[in-house]
């Protein structure tokens, strides 16, 4: 039977590939949330950080109706869309995302996860849960 690549490396580990987070490890989940007042398209928000080691497994984003075509995304200072592609929040938004860029996204030093706010002004609180995998 075939292996995916996280099991093959725990069949056959070597010094060069023993894992942490990917194989065995815990899931922890973050929370924070941030109430916008008419902030402008291009807005920054830190709303949580990958520590070095840690694995992006996804999110929880529960956004209010923000504004007309107002988008959010979740990024970091390597690419502003790596967890959460835009994600159009002209109506309430509950939803789990992760963008395929994010998903196992290793974390080669410690990482702020940046929220960023597209499109036009927006108005209203944003609430994200991350859930990350950590080594035991």
Request: aromatic share 8%.
């Amino acid at each position: 039977m075939p292996n995916g690549s996280n099991y093959a490396k725990y069949a056959s580990p070597t010094m060069r590939n023993l894992l942490g987070a990917e194989y065995g490890g815990k899931v922890r989940a973050s929370y924070d949330e941030f109430t916008f007042a008419a902030e402008d398209a291009g807005t920054l928000v830190n709303m949580g950080v990958l520590k070095k080691g840690e694995v992006f497994l996804g999110a929880f984003l529960n956004a209010a109706a923000l504004g007309t075509g107002v988008t959010v995304q979740l990024g970091d200072s390597g690419d502003d869309d790596r967890y959460i592609a835009a994600t159009v929040c002209t109506s309430a938004v509950a939803a789990f995302k992760c963008a395929q860029a994010g998903m196992g996204y290793k974390a080669t030093a410690d990482t702020p996860l940046v929220l960023k706010t597209g499109v036009g002004a927006a108005t209203g609180k944003v609430q994200l849960v991350i859930f990350k995998a950590v080594a035991n």
